[in-house]
């Protein structure tokens, strides 16, 4: 039985010189000068902002998934694009034949890069193609060009966007921004987060090629697929899915969860390689499926939550490479996390995620150490080119032993999502993230995304779900949470039919119009339980505006400013009621102590939100920003670090402290050989040292002594990825950022 509904593509894609120039034409082509004239580069797409650019080289090296020489292992494609003051460092990856989403193919000669510009005007574009075993992974850089593609330039023009409404090629990406709790499109507007959690295996679909194991087939949703949206393949595969994430838009979701991987985990029913367990070989086919769905959810204004692996798996790639012994970091990881943001990292509505439960003790002995943790982190932010969330999972009872060593600018961690045994605990587990991450200095997004027992049932079971608005949506919410993620237990890795919960998805909305419709600058407010009297109410505040919320009802007594002119009004979070503030008035704050603001205006022993806003205040409103790409830490001069070569056998210093442009002879070095750093006399510090060459993070040493490839009591091992030729080497301080940078020529 064929993997793929569409023939083999045995030969490499040609093209006339006519239909080269007709494309040419057609889609901005850039004809590269080489002897064979059917190569060429397009850029195609709107040209506008925040909108999917593709950069496509036609007439490439051949390659097919099964090939000898791995294309994905054995190429390594990257488009530099700068524009005034910014500039994205993207990976790209091997297209087939270009058209595998509905082809099926398995093999051809084209190349891809996707690209989202951020701002309007003129950009350029700069192809690095290389060549050479393990290339695509190896920190060193080097390999062999890839004629005639590699050097070639070219640029286009972009023009403002044209899309309204929910579409986040209207807004720009999500980022976090610092010193704030949440997440933020590029035009400014502030985003809270209404997702759903289950399935986890949402992928498992059965309208993906070369999903034997899928669980799921959306057949209710087929109902809501609408013509002009994506199907694929000759038999117009992929409208349920298409059909599912339409409904959850038109119910106000805007966030999905989905395992790109669930092999050996709960599901044990997706993956993104060409057979189960086969991670070095990727479907080319499936993952442009994927890729067409994504698309469509970013057009809808549902954001996309990958998560990367989950607790039974964590170290599946480590298990399965040869060259990894004990907790390292596999190769496979490696190739697996540019493969994603190769081909998804372009989304304006994107969140990584690096694992579900992480370093759970579950039984399974799959657990990532801390060191990997740091390692997998650094080393996913330096390849991530945009800046988007990135953040990790765990069980509930891990929080504090996972997520305190990330605490603060020692990793690149920018969020947290909870997972809460206890819904009472919700409130309480929230605020204690929120305060650990801004004592730390580097407050995260976090957001609620899994609660404990049976999760949130459906309308059939709670028509009204009172518990999961009280302890839950609301308890988060005013804990300064950047939003919730709903999980359903039973429907885990089976839930088909999103109507199931359309009350839950009500409920939440009505949050979240609350929020817009009143223009509650929630992002600019913190958790403040003290302002309302009563142990069991809780409050989110600025100097100018009161969010409480009686989760019980009951009498509010809030602490405003003394003697001054306030407006107020009730909200019912409850389903059937109005979205608009009922009993609205101006009241006169007392001259001291708390204020007396009433009563619910009816059903007053049930939840009301009570919203208070100082007389003559304003909204903040939406200010369009100009987004930066991450910074990387400023250079230093010589630097806090030294940088000295180790014989790796006698763990003694041979050579050092380095120049800062220095030539290293293979042959006058130890066989074994590592490089080891040192705090420089009178630099003071602390933390850990992260190693970066020619821009790739190598590896995070959390304390002294800070080599290259590790120690383990006394021994030293061996740097066996030391590249030949020019090599940038950093040394990088996780606390601070400071960094010293050498630049050595290693002749082999």
């Known amino acids: 039985m064929a993997r793929h509904g569409a023939p083999f593509m045995a030969a490499p894609i040609r093209f006339t010189v006519a239909a080269v120039i007709a494309a040419a034409a057609l889609m901005v082509a850039v004809p590269v000068v080489a002897a064979k004239k059917t190569s060429y580069i397009a850029t195609t797409g709107e040209k506008r902002v925040w909108h999917p650019m ?31 003051g910014r500039k994205y460092v993207v990976p790209c990856f091997w297209a087939a034949d270009g058209r595998a989403a509905h082809s099926g193919a398995t093999a051809g000669s084209v190349w891809r890069c996707l690209f989202s510009p951020d701002v309007t005007g003129l950009w350029r574009w700069s192809v690095s193609f290389k060549s050479g075993t393990n290339v695509a992974v190896r920190s060193g850089g080097g390999g062999a060009s890839v004629s005639p593609f590699d050097g070639q330039t070219g640029s286009f023009w972009v023009r403002k966007s044209n899309k309204t409404g929910r579409d986040f090629r209207g807004k720009g990406r ?5 010193g704030k709790r949440h997440l933020r499109h590029d035009n400014g507007e502030w985003f809270m987060k209404h997702g759903a959690d289950s399935p986890e295996n949402f992928l498992g679909y059965s309208g993906f090629d070369n999903t034997p194991k899928a669980r799921h087939h959306y057949a209710s949703h087929r109902r809501d697929w609408r013509g002009g949206h994506p199907a694929w393949a000759k038999d117009r595969r992929g409208k349920a899915i298409i059909g599912a994430v339409n409904y959850l838009a038109s119910a106000g979701v805007n966030s999905v969860y989905a395992m790109p991987m669930t092999v050996g985990g709960d599901a044990k029913d997706t993956w993104p390689w060409t057979t189960e367990r086969g991670m070095w070989r990727y479907d080319v086919s499936k993952l442009s499926q994927w890729g067409l769905l994504f698309d469509h959810m970013d057009a809808h204004g549902v954001a996309v939550h990958l998560v990367l692996s989950e607790t039974e798996n964590e170290e599946l790639f480590e298990r399965a490479d040869r060259n990894v012994k004990g907790r390292g970091f596999s190769d496979a990881r490696r190739l697996y996390y540019r493969e994603l943001v190769a081909r998804f990292g372009h989304l304006q509505g994107i969140t990584w995620n690096l694992g579900e439960e992480n370093g759970w003790l579950d039984g399974s002995r799959q657990v990532n150490t801390d060191w990997q943790r740091k390692a997998f982190l650094a080393h996913f932010s330096a390849l991530e080119p945009y800046g988007a969330l990135l953040s990790l999972h765990t069980y509930p009872a891990d929080k504090k032993r996972v997520y305190t060593p990330l605490l603060g600018k020692a990793t690149p961690l920018t969020g947290v999502s909870l997972q809460v045994a206890g819904w009472p605990n919700v409130h309480k587990e929230t605020l204690q993230w929120v305060h650990a991450s801004r004592r730390a200095g580097k407050p995260w997004v976090v957001s609620v995304d899994e609660i404990g027992g049976k999760g949130a049932l459906p309308d059939a079971q709670t028509p009204d779900h009172d518990q999961e608005r009280r302890d839950v949506l609301w308890g ?10 709903w999980y359903y237990q039973a429907g885990d890795q089976s839930l088909e039919n999103f109507r199931g919960h359309a009350n839950l998805w009500k409920t939440t909305d009505r949050a979240m119009r609350l929020l817009r419709e009143q223009r509650v600058p929630y992002w600019a407010m913190d958790p403040a339980d003290g302002l309302v009297e009563g142990k069991r109410n809780w409050a989110l505040a600025n100097s100018d505006v009161i969010l409480v919320y009686l989760p019980w009802g009951g009498r509010a007594r809030v602490r405003l400013a003394p003697s001054s002119a306030y407006k107020v009004g009730w909200f019912d979070p409850r389903l059937g009621g109005s979205t608009a503030l009922r009993g609205a008035r101006t009241i006169q704050s007392a001259a001291r102590g708390l204020t007396t603001v009433g009563s619910p205006p009816w059903k007053a022993n049930r939840d009301w939100a009570l919203l208070i806003r100082r007389e003559g205040s304003s909204s903040p409103p939406v200010v369009p920003v100009r987004s930066s790409p991450p910074a990387p830490p400023p250079v230093t001069g010589s630097g806090p670090f030294a940088f000295y070569v180790v014989d790796a056998d006698t763990a003694k210093v041979v050579k050092g402290p380095l120049a800062a442009r220095v030539t290293l002879r293979r042959s006058d070095l130890p066989t074994n050989f590592s490089i080891r750093v040192i705090r420089r006399k009178g630099m003071s510090g602390s933390g850990g040292v992260r190693f970066v060459v020619n821009g790739a993070t190598e590896r995070v040493e959390g304390a002294a002594p800070f080599l290259i490839a590790g120690d383990w009591k006394g021994k030293v091992f061996p740097w066996k990825k030391a590249p030949c030729g020019k090599v940038t080497l950093a040394a990088v301080a996780t606390v601070g950022g ?5 630049e050595a020529r290693i002749n082999c």
């Open 54 to 84: 593709t950069l496509t080289l036609y007439g490439g090296p051949w390659a097919s998934e099964s090939a000898a020489k791995n294309p994905f292992m054995n190429y390594r494609l990257t488009t530099t694009f700068t524009t005034s």
């Open 174 to 178: 999500l980022r976090p921004v610092a």
């Open 476 to 485: 988060a919410l005013t804990a300064g949470a950047a939003g919730v993620e």
């Open 738 to 742: 400071a960094r010293s940078t050498i």
